[in-house]
């Protein structure tokens, strides 16, 4: 069973993650249509770059934006779920371990306060994720189930494995819900609209590319975001 | 019946058509034949099919639902924050009902798509810079709006204002005739003050070609006469084309793509007669954004640009002022308070919030920025065609309450409004609101402050 979930069951998921997140961004840019989109994105290169890495980058930055300014609250709590879903999975040392009698490699690791801390933020902030949808009007009226089943694939391989990782009773149970959940999230991600780990990317950089080329970006100092 | 006499699927390229609209008051017929209007939903699948690819379907697709954008829009705030005035939840169920359904909608699904289209958005692009994936709801509506206009659900003003650009290549029933008289007219009433004074008509290898809107030469032909003696004093070498005089775009309000195409064709085609070294537009903002930014792509310009460089008027205001080839007398700059209306469509979306700064600088004294202001301001309330549509009145009226208040705010006894729409808008304001407050176009205010050389002076006799 072990074997299998992170034999051929884990090789599939990682196939399904980066050849889905890869046809994702190539459907994404030959979906671009200069006259149709009313952008020409490839006639004035460097206005665009520039448009597009400071749409990118001040929207990366915490409160580096009007609308995380004006926001506090969100912007915490998006950073932290942010931060914590992106880099646990990456630096965990138990993650590296494994790399390690794999494939012989490996890299930096997060130590083991640090990591519990993430994972517990990630639980949290999704949670407070949770409460603000049923909280506010402007965002319930937005809010179907498939919104809850997203934050659960997202959430499940981190509560899973610091069960497993407290070496609470029942720990083979958690262990294979934690590899389980792992393997749904990676397939998620390029299937549903987490696909935005890349799209995030794609989405503003080329709303960037149209300030920066066509709405002001050569007269003005830039779109201040 | 499927297809109204009036209210169908054909646009509007014969005086008979426009007449018949024109003479159905208030739309009041045109919007009961569009309750029995049917949806092509064969056509209409065929069009997302072929148009709506991989931007629009992907901001529809990954939006989080997070109504981070719901505050952008001055339709929610002024609305009591209604939930269904959310940008997402607007463009979700309209667009996105759309796609889902590939099509398959009907007649009663069409006019709420309509309404939402053009009265629950201006189409200000707002809501873009608050979205953290930068989804665009106003270009989006945009296309929503050229889905409705296929499909004849479209509000009744502006079936007619695009079949104006479409005949007259106006956006008013101005012939060139009447344009060409207007000119001349104007320059005879300047003849005594203004010794010298001339409205070139086709001149080639200008440095400036000025382009205006209809609605001066209908309602108020006096702006014309003001901008010819700014470039009077100016010094200006600049002229006006006999064809092709008009760059405003009802059109791209209506969403007709077609009529847009000819209505700048017709503007581009004065620029290859006469060659002259810049456009100029009026003090108009989506006549800068429609024939200066959207344009060259209509025409299908690779480059994205039109083919002489373009500028709007606030660009010469701040050059000449910059230049010294307008001087103000400082005496009588503006001493009450001043407050200046951002224009979505060359502020936000055009990038000069700083020109338009200097020129403030150099015309008033007490100078009071809204809040929030430059590419974060918030639309007038009148802006996408809003101000024309009778139905939508009650609708355009409550959204003026958020310039109101900005306004209030201030304490700014007068607002500059260098675009049409947005004066409009700001009239209606002091009209519904009575908040005790003058607005007012750049140019007589320059007029009354600027410095006149002594050799433009009328001889005393
Ligand atoms: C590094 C790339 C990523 C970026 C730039 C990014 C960006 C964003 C943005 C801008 C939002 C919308 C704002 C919000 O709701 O807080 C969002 C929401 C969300 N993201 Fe990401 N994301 C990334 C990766 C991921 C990954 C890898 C996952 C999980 C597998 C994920 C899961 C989510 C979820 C569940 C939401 C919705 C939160 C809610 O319910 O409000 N994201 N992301
Ligand atoms: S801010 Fe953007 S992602 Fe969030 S609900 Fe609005 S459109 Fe969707
Ligand atoms: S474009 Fe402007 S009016 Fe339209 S939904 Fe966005 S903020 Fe509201
Ligand atoms: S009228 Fe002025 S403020 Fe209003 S949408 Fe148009 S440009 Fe924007």
New binding site residues.
Partial sequence: MYQFLTGPLLWLSFLIFFIGLIVRVVWYVRGLSWQMDRVAYTKHVSHGIKGALRSIIF??LPFGTRRWKTRPA?TI??FV??IG??ITPIFLLAHNIILKERWGISWATLPGPVADTLTIAVIVS?LF??L??IAFSE?RIL?SAY??L??A???APFFTGFLASLKVAGYPFWLYAHIISGEI?LI??PLT??S???L??MS?GQLGMDYGIKRGGMKGRGLAW | MPEGLLCNKTPVDTMEQLQALLNDRRGVTYYEEMDQLDVDQKALATAIQNTCKSRLRTWLE?C?????CADACPYYLVNDKDPKQVPAHKIQSTLGEIVKRKGDVDNAFMQYVMDTAWSRCTCCNRCGMY???GIDMGIMFGYVRGLCFAQGFVPWELKIGSGMHRIFRAQMDVTQEDWIETCKWMEEEQEDDWPGLKIPIDVENADLLYTVNAREVKHYPEDLAEAAILFHIAGENWTVASEGWEATSLSMFAGDWAACKMQVETVYESFKRLKPKRMITTECGHMYRATVLEGPYWAGFESGQPPVECIHYVEWVGEALRTGKLKIDPARKIKEPVTYQDSCNYIRNGGLGDVAREIISYVAEDFREMSPCREHNFCCGGGGGLNGIGRYRPQRNKGLEIKRDQILATGAKIVVAPCHNCWDAIRDLEEVFHIDISWSFLKPLLLSMVEVPEHLKPEED
């Fill in positions: 929207w990366l969100m709590l998006f779920f942010h879903i992106v999704a994720l949770v603000r949808r965002v809010t919104d809850y997203l934050l694939i997202t959430v999230m998620a991600i609209k987490l935005h780990t890349v995030f990317f503003r | 990954i989080a639902h997070c109504g981070l979205c953290p994936f």
